[in-house]
């Protein structure tokens, strides 16, 4: 085959899984009617919610899946588009399943669950969720030097977010608005970002959402549009959650835009998916919250989170949130790993669009054949990398020290001067 026939394959392939993806509305699909967390407050918080979905049909989907894979060779790049196929499957039977136990079969399939572990065959995210919990507890009665709690109004983040997408995206600037319903405070598409009316907002809440929605989720969502060769990559299946949730919690992390309410708000859902997956059911997983925070609209919201799309019984909850620590770790290691090898030049590729790390070396063979494109937008901290790679010059050389020897000598340090009152 000729250059020109296997770049028009890829093509081909290419915008037949983008059109497959269009069906795939994971979060809408499984979003609750406002009425049923009025019925479940007028019931005292006592009964199980009463829940309902629409029904999926997922033949076109498989369909289109199956038209692409009748296309596909075996070489590197074709097993990337299989990876796709897979996903986009499972997607759709996922959305097929919806109120009974098989959702979770697919959840699980495609996000994963808080007891596989990372990379290294041995941590898990539901360790890490615990070892952060019981770390953020041990700074209880230290004084932060946060300010006065107060409830930021949606209207207030709108209106820096405004400012926000304006500034970077110029005239390819998503509208913002306050939605009454939404799956989460706040959600992000290339021309949209709709923020949640009745959700109650920290003071570090607008710089999270700018930097994670802003600057990651529509960046990557309007450089996948970008990509008119390879449709795919404008595509935000469940392939791609990972990534794309871990980049954005790191964009976070490294704009000094996260605190400890937000890690600790991250550490919680995977607790309460692996309560969930335990045979534990809503009312116990809210009382599970309801004891965290003491708010019972926002204890009734992240319960949701857990239990949308599976059982509220027990044993069947949707994964997804269990993919942002577990995301930034893998973004994290992977950005380590682009320093130590002396690869930043990989490093923009990360936002070419939708797509999974594990994705990359494919893009740099697909940019190589002039089929991927530079990413348009970047986040700040990447256009002007000089602090990202100074932080990971430093983090790759601690992390060769034995960590173990350099702890005792500190514990034996602490341990000497005697504990008061903070």
């Known amino acids: 085959m000729s250059i020109g026939s296997e770049k028009e394959r890829i093509r081909n392939v290419s915008a037949i899984l983008y059109t497959a993806s269009q069906s795939i509305r994971i979060l809408s699909h499984v979003e609750w009617r406002r009425e049923v967390k009025t019925q479940f407050f007028a019931d005292k918080c006592q009964a199980l919610p009463k829940v309902d979905y629409p029904e999926f049909d997922a033949a076109q989907t498989l369909s289109l899946v199956k038209q692409a894979r009748s296309l596909l060779g075996k070489s590197d790049i074709d097993q990337w588009l299989e990876r796709i196929a897979i996903k986009l499957e499972y997607s759709a039977l996922m959305m097929a399943s919806t109120g009974n136990k098989q959702f979770y079969e697919f959840s699980e399939k495609l996000y994963g669950k808080p007891t596989n572990p990372f990379v290294d ?46 500034d970077m995206f110029g005239k390819d600037a998503p509208q913002v608005e306050i939605v009454d319903e939404l799956s989460a405070n706040a959600l992000a598409s290339a021309k949209l970002i709709r923020i949640r009316k009745s959700a109650c907002f920290t003071d570090f809440d607008a710089q999270q959402l700018i930097h994670h929605e802003a600057h ?63 045979g534990a059911d809503f009312l116990q997983v809210f009382d599970y919250f309801l004891g965290r925070i003491g708010n019972e609209s926002q204890a009734y919201e992240n319960t949701r989170r857990v239990f949308r799309g599976g059982v509220v019984s027990g044993g069947a909850p949707f994964t997804k949130d269990g993919v ?35 994705d990359i070396p494919v893009l740099y063979k697909l940019e190589k054949m002039g089929l991927c494109q530079p990413a348009k937008y970047l986040p700040p901290w990447v256009k002007d990398a000089r602090y990202l790679l100074a932080y990971l010059t430093c983090s790759g050389f601690l992390n060769k020290m034995d960590v173990t020897k350099i702890y005792a000598h500190y514990d034996d340090l602490l341990q000497s001067i005697p504990k008061t009152g903070i």
């Open 121 to 166: 065959g041995k941590s898990t995210p539901l360790e890490l969720a615990a070892t952060f919990d019981k770390q953020i507890a041990s700074y209880n009665g230290y004084d932060l030097g946060a300010p006065p709690a107060m409830c930021y109004l949606a209207s207030d983040i709108a209106r820096q977010m405004k400012v926000a997408v304006l």
């Open 216 to 278: 990651i989720h529509v960046a990557t969502s309007i450089n996948g549009l970008q990509q008119t060769d390879l449709k795919i990559l404008a595509a935000g299946h469940p392939g791609t959650t990972k990534t794309q949730e871990g980049l954005a919690v790191f964009s976070e992390y490294i704009t000094n835009s996260i605190d400890l309410d937000r890690l600790r708000r991250l550490a919680d859902r995977i607790i309460a998916i692996q309560m969930s997956i335990d």
């Open 324 to 358: 942002y620590l577990e995301g930034l770790i893998r973004v994290h290691n992977f950005l380590k790993a682009i320093a130590a090898n002396g690869r930043a030049d990989c490093l923009k590729l990360l936002f070419c669009g939708k797509l999974d790390i594990e």
